[in-house]
């Protein structure tokens, strides 16, 4: 990837509606979205940074930093670190200018 492409990089909101067993899909904040208590999103900076927009144990939002890397052949990962001492890690499924899939587990 060497950079993130233009589209990746932005504000990303879940569109829970459309995830599969094995992805979650992500919309541009202008996207039509359906009536919805809370989305959790994800902001792709162009210099590698991300933050993970969640919902927190209050049910407060809370803003996670991470960072994104490119694996090559087109790939690329979230890793965003936890409480928990395990990382929340996903990788990259595809992006385009109106859609970003991310896998559930890696």
Known sequence: MSGPPAELVGIWLHSHEEDSG?????RPRHYAFRPAR???????????????????????????PGRWEDLGNGRAQITIPTAAGQPFQRQIQSCGPEKLVVEKEH
């Open 22 to 26: 094995s992805t979650m899909v992500f």
């Open 38 to 64: 809370w989305r959790d999103a994800i902001e792709v900076q162009a210099d590698g940074r991300c933050v993970w927009h969640g919902s927190g144990p209050d049910d407060r939002g809370q803003a996670m």
